[in-house]
């Protein structure tokens, strides 16, 4: 935090920064990216400074003393950096970057993207690296070798910190090949989006109990655990999702939950009875609840403030509640 705050205060931090984010804001959105001369830049490194200066410093010495193996040096390493500089301009020119749609993924959690690098001509493109566009992540790069007239896939990470909706932060890549004298590097926006799901509570209270079905007669005890105390004997052919593996453990017989008692009664993960008085940390106890009552194979719905789903099983219903939890 400290140094966020001092980065903050440093005017050429400050200015470097604003001029990314101008800069940044022209560029297209778009998922499938053709790398062509427009969008693909090109610097000395550090080594290529030292290289060019190097070569001034043979020039002078080979006029100072009429050296002609000097020359001969001098313009030989000079036509090598010449050359270094259109192959590796060329490594990135022509690449092709698609991004694949990004799954949704948790709070806290790294959400990977996938990218493939098409390459069309018949020479094996080397050394390209990519990262993410960020002070925390261009550290973190990855790197690939795409052979020739084919594909290879690269996968990198970031890390959003809230919930929601979030745009896929801009991409770079970047190759030295093949003297390391000059980068050549673009910058790419995509256009797709990312889901992040609230993260779930880490130790999350027992389900709440089972509402009665509209129209139904009896009404069946629930355990504080949870689960519908129903239960009978194991029977050959019973799912094992059906199987009580905590009476299991605890009487050495194996019993099952009795489906059609459990069938009169509904479980609700309902917004207003999450406990917390935070916003954040309902839905926290909410994806838990989501990810327990799935991991149980029981049905559920979810209220929510202006919205309810009804109650369901499988993974449709488990990723149709935690949409709802993220975009709540």
């Not at 690449?95 to 690098?117: D, E, M, Y």
């Amino acid at each position: 935090m400290l140094d966020a705050h001092r980065s903050t205060l440093n005017p050429f931090v400050f200015a470097r920064r604003k001029f990314r984010q101008w800069w940044q804001a022209r560029l297209p959105l778009a998922d499938t990216y053709t790398l062509t001369q427009r969008n693909v830049y090109i610097l000395p490194t550090r080594p290529g400074f030292m290289l060019g200066l190097t070569l001034l410093v043979l020039l002078v010495a080979s006029i100072n003393y009429q050296l002609n193996l000097g020359y001969l040096l001098t313009f030989l390493l000079a036509g090598s950096a010449v050359v270094g500089m259109h192959v590796c301009h060329a490594t990135l020119r022509g690449l092709t970057l698609n991004l694949l749609p990004p799954p949704p993924q948790f709070a806290g959690a790294s959400a990977t993207l996938s990218v493939v690098l098409s390459n069309a001509r018949k020479q094996v493109r080397h050394s390209i690296g990519l990262a993410v566009l960020d002070a925390t992540h261009e550290d973190h790069w990855t790197w690939t070798d795409v052979p020739s007239q084919g594909s290879c896939t690269v996968q990198v990470a970031f890390q959003p910190v809230q919930r929601g909706l979030h745009r896929v932060p801009p991409l770079t890549a970047e190759t030295r090949f093949p003297l390391g004298t000059f980068r050549v590097w673009t910058v790419w926006r995509p256009a797709a989006q990312v889901l992040v799901y609230p993260a779930p509570e880490l130790h999350p209270p027992p389900l709440p109990q089972g509402e009665p079905r509209s129209g139904g007669a009896a009404q069946a005890r629930v355990q504080n655990t949870g689960e519908f105390e129903g239960v009978r004997a194991y029977r050959r052919g019973d799912p094992l999702k059906l199987v009580v593996w905590k009476k299991a453990a605890k009487s050495d017989e194996l019993v099952s939950r009795d489906t059609m008692q459990a069938q009169r009664y509904e479980l609700w993960l309902d917004f207003a009875g999450a406990g917390h008085a935070d916003r954040e940390a309902r839905l926290s106890r909410l994806a838990a609840w989501v990810l327990q009552a799935d991991k149980l194979g029981q049905d559920y719905g979810l209220r929510l403030p202006g919205q309810q789903i009804a109650p369901g099983n499988g993974e449709a219903q488990k990723r149709r509640c935690l949409e709802a939890l993220a975009l709540c």
